[in-house]
């Protein structure tokens, strides 16, 4: 079964090839399949019945694709366009502007209003040719169904609609003569001329001969149109996100791609001036941004950045100018934001990853932003770095401390590690000082960075294992105390030994605390061996031995404690009450 996305890929691809009628066709299909509304199927077959100038049509889906998604500006640029088509400026002014208000950067909706308001112009400059006068007659239409040069036209609801919207406003009927031949019948029976016209009531007849003489201008169609009618013919919809090289291929376009495809094999051998030629002369024979983009990426290669921002900031005003496919307009700002990335400009380069992604989202995009992100980080991280200014925020931090004031000196001693990330002494400052504040799992993560800063720093294995014993980790806290104990020796000549072995007695007493003053022996013993350790230990055939031995002979137990493996497991026992050492 055929899903909507695919419903809508064969739409875009019918749109290109300006098969409108079709598109039309998979359009719907696409919203009739889609199990949610989805604003932009209806945008695109807005842009379908505009291109055929069935803006009523067009206008209807616009206003489904607003109703469905109000934030999302380009539907208002649908509207905009469908107003303007009908000659409702003030409606389309008011749609344009709602769309430049969510998105400042809407090209196409100013683009859109700059339209209207020269239109509004045009408008006020024509003289009336007493069209005021001729509509406003009330029998209009029923004039026009008795006459018979026109009354089978009266059949048709749109065009009938058409005329009652110009007794507010003639002059658009001016925009429409020649998009619409049967005005021009209209018109010779309400001024009642005789201009020797066949009858048009179809709206597909047209004279087979010319009825201009040979001496009469022989003016185009195109060339006959007043200024008005110029600028309605430029107020095409905005075209639909489709990729342009599926645009119809003319002779210029082939000898373009020619020329780009030279381009590219001069640049895979590095021949940059070749490249650009080349690239230049696809530009010139087909406007496509592919070909600038292309050719600031050869401008950079030769090391001339300045000169392919230049190019790619120029394919981004012709990209809105000719409402290019916004993945392409993405692709340029993706490629300046590469450009700044490479010249290490991180904070131009985020600006225009974030354009692109505005255009259009994609994950590699997304990718280069988030690392970019990171490099700035770390960029200015080290931009910061002073040691001098550093020692200055630890002198700071530790006056506070001495007073008392816990958050002043987290933040002096915050400042010190932005100074000096690699100095182990604010991490473990910091930590004393969060300890304070009761903030124990953050001092633990502080006294882990300074270990990793300095891993013979014993003062930051200390305050971590006092905050684990503060959240009762008392395991984890034992083992942070045995890795003291070792590097305390190693170091220090065991210096803090004695702080140490404190800290070891208090957790492995709070370790085992009893849950009644009350309990037996037997239930001490009991509980204590539920304790995974403690199993371990008793299990040991080496501590079974030294157990025995003890039992006959307490003073060998001391001799066996002098080995750091065995007074651990020792004071876990006495802690879990499974040896008493007292009366």
Not at 191 to 217: I, R
Not at 512 to 530: D, G, H, I, L, W
Not at 547 to 553: E, R, V, W
Request: hydrophobic share 35%; net charge negative.
């Amino acid at each position: 079964m055929t899903t909507a996305d695919e419903y809508k890929q064969q739409g875009n691809a019918a749109f290109v090839a300006k098969d409108y009628e079709k598109a039309i066709d998979l359009f719907s299909k696409a919203i009739e399949v889609s199990e949610t509304p989805n604003h932009v199927f209806y945008s695109n077959r807005s842009a379908c019945y505009a291109s055929l100038k069935k803006f009523p049509e067009a206008l209807n889906d616009a206003e489904e694709c607003v109703k469905i998604n109000p934030t999302w500006s380009k539907g208002y640029n649908r509207l905009g366009a469908a107003h303007l088509g009908l000659g409702d400026l003030d409606e389309a002014e008011g749609s344009y502007k709602k769309a430049l208000e969510l998105d400042g950067s809407n090209q196409a909706a100013k683009d859109g209003l700059d339209q209207v308001k020269r239109t509004q112009e045009s408008r006020q400059g024509m003289p009336d040719l007493g069209l005021s006068k001729i509509f406003a007659d009330p029998n209009l239409i029923e004039n026009l169904k008795k006459n018979p040069k026109t009354s089978e036209m009266m059949k048709d609801p749109e065009l009938v609609a058409k005329l009652i919207k110009y007794k507010t406003n003639p002059q658009a009927m001016s925009q429409d003569l020649f998009t619409e031949p049967r005005l021009m019948t209209i018109m010779a029976t309400l001024m009642g001329v005789d201009l020797n016209m066949p009858d048009l009531s179809s709206s597909n007849s047209m004279p087979k001969e010319p009825t201009e003489t040979p001496e009469q201008s022989k003016e185009t169609p195109a060339e006959q149109k007043s200024e008005p009618q110029a600028e309605a013919t430029k107020a095409e919809p905005e075209p639909m996100e489709v990729d342009s090289a599926g645009n119809e291929e003319t002779s210029k376009k082939e000898e373009a791609e020619k020329e780009k495809a030279l381009g590219n094999k001069a640049y895979k051998a590095r021949q940059f001036d070749e490249a650009i030629a080349h690239y230049d002369a696809a530009w010139n024979l087909h406007q496509d941004i592919t070909y600038l983009n292309n050719r600031s990426a050869a401008e950079f290669e030769k090391g001339d950045a300045e000169t392919a921002l230049k190019t790619l900031d120029e394919a981004v005003e012709k990209g809105r100018e000719m409402r290019t496919d916004y993945k392409l307009i993405a692709k340029s700002f993706a490629r300046m934001g590469n450009v700044h990335h490479k010249t290490n400009n991180l904070k131009k380069a985020i600006e225009f990853y974030q354009k692109s992604l505005t255009e259009h989202r994609t994950p590699e995009i997304l990718t280069k932003l988030r690392n970019t992100e990171k490099e700035l980080k770390k960029q200015e991280a080290e931009e910061y770095i002073n040691p001098e200014k550093a020692e200055e925020a630890r002198l700071e931090g530790k006056d506070y401390f001495t007073k008392g004031d816990w958050p002043n000196a987290v933040k002096a001693y915050t400042e010190m590690i932005k100074r000096a990330p690699e100095d182990a002494r604010g991490y473990s400052n910091r930590a004393a000082a969060l300890s304070k504040l009761m903030s124990f799992p953050e001092a633990i993560e502080d006294c882990n960075k300074a270990i990793e800063k300095d891993p013979n720093f014993i003062r930051a294995y200390i305050r971590k294992a006092t905050a684990q014993i503060a959240v009762k980790e008392f395991a984890a806290a034992i083992e942070t105390l045995d890795a003291a104990r070792t590097k305390d020796a190693e170091v220090n000549n065991s210096a803090n030994v004695r702080e140490i072995d404190q800290l070891y007695v208090k957790a492995s007493q709070q370790r085992f605390q009893p849950a009644s003053s009350n309990e037996t022996p037997e239930q001490v013993y009991e509980r204590a061996m539920k304790d995974p350790e403690v199993i371990a230990i008793m299990q040991d055939p080496v501590m079974q031995s030294i157990l025995q031995q003890a039992q006959q002979n307490p003073a060998a137990l001391q001799e066996h404690m002098k080995n750091p493996d065995v007074f651990k497991k020792i004071q876990t026992l006495i802690a879990a009450g499974i040896i008493r050492t007292g009366p």
